[in-house]
């Protein structure tokens, strides 16, 4: 990534973001049933305003690269991400992503509570793009990385926030993407996991797969992240170095005391 993005992705670029934006229509009053909605939409009553998720966002990320995203609640750090991962199409701007990625969007995304941890396995592989043989050849390595013991054959509704987090980060790193994305799985767990999580983000990077990292912690994307992406109410606050955007973010939080 550089400090100047260019007006089209170029060879080493693994995802390109051209002033891109997410806008929503929200009703400026509250309506609190579908038929109340219906009554006020016939009669012309209902008035919008519009709120600006992400705006005008231009991103060049690298191949090999681990980028890291910072802001408070509400930034659009997840919208951006769902972006990327093409489950949002923004209003305006375009996007270009090279490869294959796989999303981690949040604990349990893709799960079904009432199917055991072993369907799960089955399920999410399969909505990842995998077949059948290729779960199956990774399902003992897929469960002995999550460490769910036992629980592997309960249903996901008996699991707690730090397990889902577990299988589900299993799941999806089980096969080396070309681009891994995580929002904020890293923060759910014990320490030892987030090591074993951090060392196999780490052998992605060494093998040439992007990752793209939201995390509340600040120290995890110090020590994780080479560039880093400041959101703030849906705009770019500052983008660059990862020790002098962290700094600066920090910053922040200390002046509005």
């Known amino acids: 990534m550089s400090n100047t993005i260019s007006i089209e992705p170029q060879i ?24 109340e909605y219906m009554i006020k939409r016939v009669q012309g009553h209902i008035r919008h305003n519009t709120f600006w998720a992400l705006k005008q966002i231009n991103l060049d990320i690298k191949q090999g690269e681990i980028f890291g995203i910072v802001g408070r609640n509400g930034a659009g750090k997840s919208t951006l991400l769902k972006v990327i991962s093409k489950v949002l199409i923004p209003a305006e701007g375009r996007v270009w992503v090279k ?14 509570t009432e199917l055991t941890g072993k369907e799960n ?28 013991g036992e629980f592997i054959e309960a249903p996901l509704r008996t699991y707690s926030s ?3 987090a577990r299988l589900g980060f299993a799941v999806a790193s089980a096969w080396q993407p070309d681009i891994l994305i995580i929002d904020e799985v890293l923060s759910v767990g014990d320490l030892a996991f ?8 780490a052998s992605f990077r060494n093998s040439g797969a992007t990752v793209l990292i939201v995390s509340l912690s600040i120290d995890q994307i110090r020590s994780l992240c080479q560039h880093t992406l400041w959101l703030d109410h849906g705009e770019v606050r500052m983008m660059g170095k ?10 922040s939080f200390e002046k509005k005391k």
């Open 12 to 35: 080493d670029s693994a995802i390109f973001l051209d002033n891109v934006s997410i806008r929503y229509q929200l009703p400026n009053e509250v309506i609190r049933t579908f038929k």
């Open 99 to 112: 490869g294959y990625i796989s999303p981690l969007l949040q604990v349990g995304a893709g799960f079904h």
């Open 121 to 148: 396995i089955y399920l999410n592989g399969t909505l990842l793009g995998h077949s059948q043989n290729e779960i199956e050849e990774k399902l003992d390595e897929i469960i002995a990385f999550a460490e769910v």
């Open 162 to 164: 730090g397990m889902y």
């Open 194 to 201: 987030q090591e074993k999580c951090y060392e196999r983000i």
């Open 242 to 251: 990862t020790e002098s955007v962290c700094d600066a973010y920090q910053d």
